[in-house]
Every structure is written in structure tokens, then in C-alpha cells.
């Protein structure tokens, strides 16, 4: 059984950083789909960066800001979030698949899903 849990989460202001973790149990992150995707009230979910079979991916909306790794050793993938603004604002979610994903931006290519740790940046 697939599990994940996301930490890292919390409030900081616009300029700074944070970084988001996402433990990945039940499946080898590096050989399979680990998406971060965010969603706030009355929007879709949507794709921020993955790692797909090794291979990394970045949104356009955060690319230059956002860096996504990879740790083997412990299993774990994580999201660093620089200059935050604003508008990165949400609550954000890892999400799993096995194997190679097609479309890595769309949340119906990830079948099992973390509870989410929001972030809120302030001015």
C-alpha cells in the first residue's frame, strides 16, 4: 500500500522560503511518478513540479523558484520553494503513481494522494 506524508508547510512572507517534504512509503520514488500539486478554495488542482522515473519537471508558473529533488536514500521527495509570493498561496499535496506518467501537470495521472500541508505567504 502506497502512503505518503507531506511536512514543511507553514507561513512565511513574500521573498522567502520553504521547504515542503513528502516521505513516500510502499513504492521506490526514484523508479516511479511522485507529483507536487497545489489547490486553493474554488480552483482545480494544479501540477507545480514532479519527478517522473528520474526524470524532473518543473511548472511554468514557479520555474527559476521551485526545485524539486529526489532523495534515495530515504525515500523522500522534496519541494524548495524560493521568492514565494502571494500567489503561491494553497495547499499543497504530493501524489504517487507507478511507473511513468504521461502527463505529470494533471492530478487524474496520480492515483494515491498525501493529506496536504498548506502554505501561506504573507506581504
Known amino acids: 500500500q502506497v502512503q505518503l506524508v507531506e511536512s514543511g508547510g507553514g507561513s512565511v512572507q513574500a521573498g522567502g522560503s520553504l521547504t515542503l517534504s513528502c516521505a513516500v512509503s510502499g513504492l521506490t520514488a526514484g523508479q516511479n511518478s511522485i507529483g507536487w500539486f497545489r489547490q486553493v478554495p474554488g480552483k482545480e488542482r494544479q501540477g507545480v513540479a514532479a519527478?517522473?522515473?528520474?526524470?524532473?519537471y518543473i511548472g511554468d508558473a514557479v520555474k527559476g523558484r521551485f526545485i524539486i529533488s529526489q532523495n534515495g536514500a530515504t525515500n523522500t521527495v522534496s519541494l524548495q520553494m524560493n521568492s514565494l509570493i502571494l500567489d503561491d498561496t494553497a495547499m499543497y499535496y504530493c501524489a504517487a503513481n507507478s511507473g511513468r506518467v504521461s502527463w505529470w501537470w494533471s492530478s487524474g495521472a496520480f492515483k494515491t494522494w498525501g493529506q496536504g500541508t498548506q502554505v501561506t505567504v504573507s506581504s
Open positions: 519527478i517522473v522515473v528520474g526524470t524532473r
